[in-house]
C-alpha cells in the first residue's frame, strides 16, 4: 500500500490508493522480515542451549566410565610453562595381551573396563565435577533480572476503645506483588564469582581424569601381582616335584646301599620345606585377589581368574627418552592441569576481593494491589482496592568497613602467590616421578635380563646335578642346593616379569598418559 497524491479540481489535495505491484512488495518485505525474526529466534535459542546456566552437565564429563577431554583452549589454558624442547610423542600403552585369554579368565582390558563402571573412586569424583557444573551455572544467575510474586492473604480482626463501648474492625485482605531487580553494574563481582565457579569445574574435571588414571594403575598393578602370584604358586609346584624326585632318587640309592640315611632325611626335609613354601604361595593369591577386587570395585569374594604372567607380553623399551617423558608429563598430568585451574580461582579471587571497593548499582520495580474487605460493628461490608507500584534505581556503596576489604585484598594476594607455589612443587613432583619410574624400568629390564639367564644356568645346573648324583658322582647336599637355586631362578624370573609390567604401568601412569577415553 503507498500514499498517492491525486490533484482534485476543486483544489490541492492528497488521497491514499493501492498502487500495482505496492502489495506484493509489501508481502515480500513481510516475508522477509518474518523469516529475519524466525532465524534470529533460533540463533538466540542455540546461544542460550550452550549456556552453562541451561545446561551445566555438558561442561562436565558425559558418564563416569569415560574421562573428561578438554577442549584444546583448555589445554593451552591449564598447561604450565616449560622451557622448549624437541616435542616429544605421547606415551602409549598396550594392555592387551600377547595372547587371546584362556577361557573363563580376564585379560587386563577387560578388567580396566570393569573397574571404570565399578570403583567408586571414579562415581565420586565424577559426581563431584557434576556438581561443580551446576555450581558454575548458578555463578551466572545475577547476569539475569530476578522476578518474585509474593501474596499476604487473611483475616483480621481489630477491636479498640471508644467512649461508649468497645468497637472492633474485621477486615479480610489480599496483597498480590510482583517484584523484579536487576544489577546493572557491579565493577567484576559476577564475572569474578562466575570465573571462580569456572576454574572449580575445570579442577574438577581434570581431578576426575586423573582418578580414572589412577583407578587403571591400581588395576595394573593388582593384576600384575596376582598373575605372578598365580605363577608363583605354578613354580611352587614345580618344586614340590623336584623335590619328590630328589627323594625317590635318594630312596633307590638307599635301597642299593649306595646312600646313608641322612641323605634320606635330607631330601625328606627339602619335600616338605617345598610343601610349605607351596601352601605359603596360595595364601598370596588370595591375598593379592583381594587387592585386585578392590581396585576394580567388586567384592573379594566374587570369582576372579586373571590371564597367565607368561601370555603378557614384556616391554624392553619405552620408546621414549626421559626429557620427553619429563615434558609431556608437565603439559598433560591432569592433577597438574587441576593444580593450574585453582591458581587461576585464586586470582579470580583476589579480583573479586577487588571488586568489592566499588558500588553496586541496580534498578528495581514491583507492582502490587491492595484488596481490602471489612465492616465496622457489624455495618454493611466495605470494599476497598488500591493499586500501588513503585519504580526505582539504587545505589549502595560501603565507604568504611573496619579495613575489611583492605585485608581481604591482602588474604586473597597470600592465598594466590601460595598457590602459585603448590603448582611449582607439583611439577617438580611430577618431574621425579617421571625420572624416578623411568629408571626404575630401566633397572626393571636389566634384572629381567640378568633374571632369564639365572633360570637357564639354574636348570642346567640342577639336570646336570640329578644326573650325576643318580651315576654316583656327586652329593645329596649338591642336588638339593641345585634343587634350591633353580626353586629361587623360577621364583626370581616370575617377579622379575612382574616388575617389567608393573614399572612400565607406572611409568604411564606418572606421565599421566593412560586417559581411557573411547
Known amino acids: 500500500m503507498e500514499i498517492i497524491g491525486n490533484q482534485n479540481q476543486g483544489g490541492a489535495g492528497w488521497s491514499i490508493g493501492w498502487k500495482r505491484g505496492a502489495g506484493r512488495r509489501y508481502g515480500a518485505r513481510a516475508a522477509s ?20 546456566e541451561i545446561d551445566p552437565e555438558q561442561f562436565a564429563p558425559a558418564v563416569s566410565e569415560r574421562s573428561w577431554r578438554p577442549p584444546s583452549d583448555a589445554r593451552r589454558e591449564y598447561a604450565v610453562p616449560v622451557a622448549p624442547r624437541q616435542p616429544g610423542a605421547r606415551l602409549s600403552v598396550t594392555v592387551s595381551p600377547a595372547n587371546p585369554p584362556a577361557a573363563g579368565r580376564k585379560s587386563l582390558a577387560e578388567l580396566i573396563d570393569l573397574s571404570l563402571a565399578n570403583n567408586p573412586d571414579t562415581r565420586r569424583t565424577w559426581e563431584n565435577a557434576r556438581a561443580a557444573a551446576a555450581a558454575y551455572g548458578a555463578s551466572r544467575a545475577p547476569y539475569y533480572p530476578m522476578a518474585s510474586v509474593e501474596s499476604d492473604a487473611g483475616y483480621q480482626r481489630i477491636l479498640f476503645q471508644t467512649a461508649n463501648r468497645t468497637a472492633s474492625i474485621q477486615q479480610w485482605q489480599v496483597d498480590p506483588m510482583i517484584d523484579l ?19 572449580e569445574l575445570a579442577a574438577s574435571n581434570f581431578a576426575f581424569n586423573r582418578t580414572m588414571q589412577n583407578v587403571v594403575f591400581g588395576v595394573q598393578r593388582s593384576f600384575y601381582a596376582l598373575a605372578a602370584a598365580e605363577a608363583a604358586v605354578q613354580a611352587a609346584e ?5 623335590a619328590k624326585t630328589d627323594l625317590e632318587a635318594v630312596e633307590r640309592r638307599v635301597a642299593l646301599g ?33 587387592a585386585l577386587a578392590v581396585a576394580i570395585g567388586v567384592p573379594a569374594n566374587e ?8 601370555n603378557l607380553d614384556v616391554p624392553k623399551t619405552l620408546g621414549h627418552e626421559v626429557d620427553d617423558l619429563i615434558e609431556t608429563a608437565v603439559r598433560e598430568r591432569p592433577d597438574l592441569s587441576a593444580e593450574v585451574a585453582r591458581l587461576h580461582q585464586s586470582q579470580a579471587v583476589e579480583a573479586r576481593a577487588r571488586a568489592d571497593w566499588f558500588p553496586t548499582i541496580g534498578v528495581s ?24 507500584y513503585a519504580g526505582l534505581i539504587g545505589l549502595r556503596w560501603d565507604l568504611f568497613t573496619g579495613f575489611r576489604r583492605l585485608n581481604d585484598d591482602r588474604r586473597a594476594e597470600a592465598l594466590s602467590a601460595s598457590r602459585r607455589q603448590s603448582v611449582r612443587a607439583l611439577e617438580l613432583q611430577t618431574i621425579a616421578d617421571v625420572w624416578r619410574a623411568y629408571y626404575d624400568f630401566q633397572t626393571a629390564v636389566k634384572r629381567y635380563e640378568f633374571a632369564e639367564a639365572l633360570l637357564a644356568a639354574a636348570k642346567e645346573s640342577y639336570d646336570d646335578n640329578l644326573e650325576t648324583y643318580r651315576q654316583g658322582l656327586s652329593t645329596i647336599v649338591e642336588l638339593l642346593t641345585a634343587d634350591r637355586d633353580l ?32
Open 33 to 52: 522480515a518474518a523469516i529475519g525474526a524466525i532465524a534470529i529466534a533460533c540463533a538466540g535459542c542455540t546461544y542460550m542451549r550452550e549456556q552453562p
Open 238 to 242: 614345580q618344586t614340590v616335584e623336584l
Open 487 to 518: 626353586a629361587n631362578a623360577r621364583f626370581t624370573m616370575i617377579q622379575a616379569r612382574a616388575d617389567v609390567l608393573t614399572s612400565s604401568a607406572t611409568v604411564a601412569n606418572a606421565v599421566g598418559a593412560i586417559t581411557p577415553g573411547r
Open 258 to 290: 649306595l646312600a646313608t640315611e641322612p641323605a634320606l632325611l635330607l631330601a625328606r626335609e627339602r619335600k616338605a620345606q617345598a610343601e610349605y613354601e607351596l601352601e605359603s604361595a596360595k595364601t598370596l593369591v588370595n591375598d593379592t585377589r583381594a
Open 181 to 199: 531487580t536487576y544489577t546493572l553494574a557491579d565493577f567484576g563481582r559476577r564475572s569474578a564469582e562466575a570465573e571462580i565457579a569456572r576454574q
Open 365 to 388: 520495580a514491583n507492582l502490587s494491589e491492595q484488596n481490602w474487605w471489612y465492616n465496622f460493628n457489624g455495618a454493611p461490608i466495605n470494599v476497598s482496592s488500591q493499586p500501588q
Open 303 to 310: 570369582p576372579l581368574e586373571v590371564e597367565n604372567l607368561q
